[in-house]
């Protein structure tokens, strides 16, 4: 599968409209179960097009072109820079465990370094191992518990394979954002993030109380800030770029409403089924049985509480409930005499009594919902947001492709 059909959805599942009715709502392109990268040749990498996937120092030849992706070049004998973007070291806490420490120390004797590995590059960003593994680490703590190993590493490779590819897409319009945004426009997102923290802080209790919560869940308030922020930049921005672009026409609409009218808007006749049922088994003689049924039917006709004399005489399922089926279309109810009698009555009808090889029924219409078809009018808005949703999250899939093809956007193959 292309890598922008499956990444796209970071663009648009959660970066809201472009209109100003309603933001959109989730937009997951179809995509098949991420496969696992390939760690030999690469041949599943290679397939991610237009991701650019650099090879092992070992296999590239000693001399030659730069490998290149879209307009830019990275030269391979450039030792300093392949070294960058092996590793980075991030300073931590005493007493924190690192992915790997160093063999040595700081300057004081006290700080560890933790060695975060790079698995991509866009544009110059580095994309490390800890950027989308910091908040798996929750849910990895429970598959560890739920899976053996080798299903344990396979799940864990199968989401950072597709969480990389979002990243990456994220990044990409992120960059984009960052350099087409007016500041005023920025200075707008920065005072809708101001609020929305405010109302954070204001449902946790406290900043402190706000920061404890983040904490449990493997992040903090500086995180979290920074994640909104992103996510308001993007929404913003996409709608800025693609907002404009998407029109739907009269005849569009009408197109999909006869395409869905027949499975989505045509709507059968539907009964709300009351139902007390006296077994024969459970009387002293076929002849008590039916009196009974008889006169909780005349009761129930002069207008006494259906449920009431359900949850007293019924032997039905659904006694302790009042006798209430629900709703049931036209076929559904097992017993076919019953069914047949509940949709000849009008609603707040009660039906004679129905017998059956082993019991009988008192049938009550509690409520009737005729059958009709919606009308185009009553669910245009409905579809014009179906079809809006459907181009938006096409040009975005589009926009990203062209941001793939106009950038720089390498993985580290061996690194993962």
Not at 79 to 101: F, H, Q, S
Not at 292 to 303: H, I, K, W
Not at 362 to 374: C, I, N, S, Y
Request: glycine letters at 8%; one cysteine or more; aromatic letters at 6%.
């Amino acid at each position: 599968m292309h890598v922008v059909a499956m990444v796209a959805v970071v663009a648009a599942a959660a970066l809201g409209g472009c209109r100003g009715r309603r933001p959109f709502g989730s937009l997951t392109p179809e995509a098949t179960a991420p496969s696992e990268f390939d760690t030999g040749t690469g041949r599943s990498s290679e397939e991610m097009n237009p991701v650019h996937v650099a090879r092992p120092a070992s296999e590239r030849p000693a001399s030659g072109p730069a490998e290149t992706t879209g307009t830019l070049t990275r030269p391979d004998e450039d030792a300093a820079y392949e070294a960058r973007l092996r590793e980075v070291g991030l300073p931590i806490a005493p007493g924190t465990e690192p992915l790997v420490v160093d063999a040595g120390t700081g300057e004081g004797g006290d700080t560890f370094m933790l060695v975060d590995t790079v698995l991509a590059e866009v544009n110059g960003e580095v994309i490390t191992r800890e950027d989308i593994l910091g908040p798996l680490r929750p849910q990895m703590d429970q598959w560890r518990k739920e899976y053996s190993p080798d299903a344990f590493r396979s799940r864990c490779r199968q989401v950072i394979d597709l969480r990389l590819r979002e990243e990456i897409s994220r990044r990409l319009v992120l960059q984009a954002a960052e350099g087409e945004l007016s500041d005023q426009e920025k200075e707008q997102i920065d005072l809708t993030l101001g609020k929305m923290l405010k109302t954070l802080t204001s449902e946790a209790g406290s900043t402190l109380a706000l920061e404890e919560k983040l904490r449990e869940r493997g992040s903090s308030l500086e995180e979290q800030r920074k994640q909104q922020r992103s996510q308001l930049l993007v929404q913003a921005y996409l709608r800025k770029k693609i907002g404009p672009e998407i029109h739907v026409t009269h005849s569009e609409l009408m197109n999909r409403y006869q395409e869905v009218k027949d499975e989505r808007y045509v709507k059968p006749t539907r009964v709300r089924l009351g139902l007390v049922m006296l077994k024969k088994s459970q009387a002293a003689g076929e002849a008590d049985a039916r009196a009974l049924a008889e006169a909780v039917r005349d009761r129930a006709a002069s207008g006494e509480d259906f449920a009431r004399l359900a949850r007293r005489y019924s032997q039905g399922p659904m006694a302790d409930n009042g006798g209430d089926w629900g709703y049931i279309t036209a076929g559904s109810f097992r017993v076919k005499a019953v069914d047949a009698a509940a949709f000849a009555l009008p609603q707040g009808g009660v039906g004679p009594v129905v017998e059956t090889d082993d019991a009988f029924y008192v049938v009550k219409a509690l409520e009737r919902q005729d059958g009709r078809t919606v009308p185009f009018t009553e669910v245009q808005d409905e579809l014009e947001d179906e079809i809006r949703d459907r181009k938006y999250n096409e040009k975005v899939q589009g926009y990203i492709q062209d941001l793939y093809e106009r950038g720089y956007v390498r993985v580290m193959v061996e690194n993962l």
